[in-house]
Each structure stands twice: as C-alpha cells, then as structure tokens.
C-alpha cells in the first residue's frame, strides 16, 4: 500500500481500493462511498493475531476487496464476512469489511476490520453454515 491517506489523530488511514457498491448491496442499501481503507490500529490487530499474514498477503488486500468470491452474513450489522481465493499463492483468505451506509459519519470509509489465511476446512465449514449472499459466477 502506498502512504498515508490521511492522519486521524495520530491514526494513519491506508487507502486499500474501492468495491462494486451493486456486489455489497446484498449486505447493506444504501453504502456511501466505494472507497475501503485500512487503518493502522487494524494492522495491528491482523498482525498480532494472524502473524505474517499482513506482511505476506496485504498486497492482494484491493483484489480481494474488489472481486469476492463469496460474501457471508457477518453477525454484525453493515459487515461484510468476505471469502476469497488467491490462485497465484493457492491460499484462501477470510475478510471482514465494515460498510459506510447512511447512518454513519460521512466522512468516514469502508474499512477493513480483520483478515486471516484459512484452511480448506475452514471454507467449507463457513459456507456450510453460514448464509451467503453473493457468490462470484
């Protein structure tokens, strides 16, 4: 990712992208902006729980974002529970982005909230059990 989007505080933003707002229309109406950062305090979440992964796999943050293979029912409301295959790497990925829709700030942006590599048990199980509203044709 390139510099900083903007300082909130002492908070880098990091601009990731920018989503189809018409794919995450299954998840929430009326989304704001189809631009999604990162921010320094998630970063830092993904890096102590999920070691190496944003330091390995951040790079394909936009792609990710940009043409999910699958989104899942997040057990919060305006959340995106994303599900993506990387082919080049053979590695499945496990995202959650938080949707801006009118009832928040409008300042503010989508925003990845987590990101974890996943096994093909883990894929499977979530969308055994979970209710998916779109998958990629």
Excluded at 19 to 30: K, L, M, Q, T
Aim: proline share 3%; charged share 35%; hydrophobic share 35%.
């Amino acid at each position: 990712m390139g510099a900083a989007d903007r300082k909130a505080g002492d908070k880098a933003v990091w601009y990731v992208g920018k989503i189809d707002r018409g794919i995450y229309s299954c998840v929430a109406g009326e989304i704001l902006t189809d631009e999604v950062v990162i921010t320094d305090e998630q970063v830092g979440h993904i890096a102590r729980r999920h070691p190496n992964d944003y330091e390995r796999f951040a790079g394909y943050f936009a792609q990710i974002v940009q043409q999910p293979d699958y989104i899942i029912e997040a057990n919060k409301p305006n959340t995106a529970l994303i599900l993506k295959e990387i082919h080049e790497e053979g590695k499945s990925f496990k995202t959650v982005l938080r949707l801006i829709t009118s009832g928040d700030r409008p300042e503010y942006k989508n925003s990845i909230i987590t990101f974890m590599k996943i096994d093909r048990r883990e894929w499977d199980r979530l969308l055994r059990n979970k209710k998916i509203l779109y998958k990629r044709e």
